[in-house]
């Protein structure tokens, strides 16, 4: 273990921890050479199940897009947050600032064929699915606008595209869990070899409904990656004053599961490789408990610090930050520049400003669109007596 000082993704002075080592595994001294990336053994713990590999292969190309990824999920949130708070955006609005490892991980060894389903933490999901939504679709719908990705109707906790076979953003706790048992159903039914990844939160996993979905998923071998974001927290209380037990990769007991840093976004590319693999070879679903943490409160409506410290928001921000931790091993691998990070930063920061004025700017949706993608379902009210029912 060794500690280094750099300077975090926004400036600050940042201690970061390092678990990991690597070796070289090329001869050109081109930039995009490969790089062979070992983890520490405490990375991963498993349930029923082996381990994915200790290592990964990985490049320049792939650790840059990475960074503009996750930097621009960090930048839409910050967006996000402050439009909020200047009453441009109403409602709820849940953010996923800390949690950024786990969606571009994961989303990078996903094909645009498998299915995706999430809770209402979903404008991240939007961008890493690269599926139409661009973060100016994305802002748009936190503002209510035509041009959202939802055509405003969907708004923070409803973001939706089928056509990439992104199934929300879903507002009830762990209801999309199930949702996801039934895509992962439909690619075995339909024998399309793809997989479905189903989020969630430690919150909703004490709910009922998960239980069913393992269950059924497991009697019938369904190709489902079932990934509980353990960000500590649920709605105002910490993980061990509302669960049993924390060890949420254990909580399937007959479904195998795998516990993963979700702090380091290449220790959750190789999870989930194992578990697609793992699915897709047919033994049926898996379990992914990513360790991360949230910035920020629950919700808008939850400042998230009468139950938890200021310092300890901060420590991990210091130690544990998932943008940080990247930036800190593309330069240990020099894989590029400070400079190079930089301007990838400042091109990241101007998309996100372009999005917001796009986003202020953007019409309202028109009054028919209340009519709009509505099922028209002919009324019937049924009497007592059938004979005195109304059918249209």
Same mark, same amino acid.
């Given at each position: ?5 750099k300077?975090s ?14 070796r ?29 590999? &200790?290592s ?9 897009g ?14 996000a ?13 849940? &953010? ?11 989303e ?5 064929e ?18 139409g939504g ?17 055509k ?18 879903n ?11 039934g ?26 409904? &998960? ?13 489902a ?10 709605m ?12 949420f990769?254990?909580r ?10 979700g702090?380091?976004v ?36 939850d400042p ?10 901060q ?7 998932p ?52 099922y ?17």
């Amino acid at each position: 273990m060794i500690t280094l000082t750099k300077k975090s993704v926004f400036g600050s002075l940042t201690k970061y921890k390092s678990n990991y080592s690597f070796r070289r595994s090329y001869t050109s001294k081109s930039k995009n050479k490969d790089v062979v990336v070992e983890f520490d053994p405490s990375t991963f713990k498993t349930h029923r199940c082996e381990a994915p590999k &200790l290592s990964t292969t990985t490049n320049r190309e792939e650790l840059l897009g990475y960074y503009r990824e996750m930097n621009l999920m960090r930048r839409t949130g910050i967006a996000a947050d402050n439009m909020y708070k200047q009453k441009l955006i109403r409602g709820f609005l849940h &953010l996923y600032n800390g949690q950024e490892a786990v969606a571009s991980g994961l989303e990078s060894v996903l094909t645009k064929e498998d299915s995706v389903v999430t809770a209402y933490r979903d404008h991240a999901f939007m961008l890493t699915r690269r599926c139409g939504g661009t973060v100016k679709e994305v802002l748009a719908e936190l503002l209510g606008k035509s041009t959202g990705c939802s055509k405003g109707k969907g708004g923070s906790m409803h973001m939706y595209k089928a056509s990439s076979n992104f199934y929300g953003g879903n507002g009830i706790v762990g209801a999309q869990v199930p949702l996801g048992a039934g895509l992962a159903f439909a690619h075995k039914y339909l024998n399309t070899g793809r997989v479905a990844f189903t989020y969630y939160g430690d919150g909703a996993a004490n709910q009922g409904q &998960l239980n069913e979905a393992f269950n059924m998923s497991y009697l019938w071998k369904l190709p489902a990656i079932f990934i509980c974001e353990n960000n500590e927290y649920g709605m105002g209380t910490a993980v061990e004053r509302a669960s049993a037990t924390k060890e949420f990769y254990t909580r399937g007991d007959y479904v195998p599961g795998v516990w993963v840093d979700g702090m380091d976004v290449l220790a959750v590319k190789e999870c989930g490789k194992f578990a697609r693999d793992w699915a897709q070879s047919g033994k049926g679903p898996l379990i992914i408990e990513a360790k991360t943490y949230r910035y920020y409160g629950h919700s808008m409506s939850d400042p998230g610090t009468s139950y938890r410290s200021r310092t300890e928001i901060q420590e991990v921000r210091e130690t544990r930050d998932p943008i940080t931790r990247l930036k800190r091993r593309i330069l240990d691998l020099e894989m590029a520049t400070e400079e190079e990070l930089q301007q990838i930063e400042k091109e990241v920061k101007q998309e996100v400003d372009e999005a917001i004025q796009f986003a202020k700017s953007s019409p309202d949706p028109k009054p028919e669109e209340l009519y709009t993608d509505v099922y028209d379902v002919p009324t019937r009210i049924r009497a007592v007596e059938y004979s005195n029912s109304f059918i249209p």
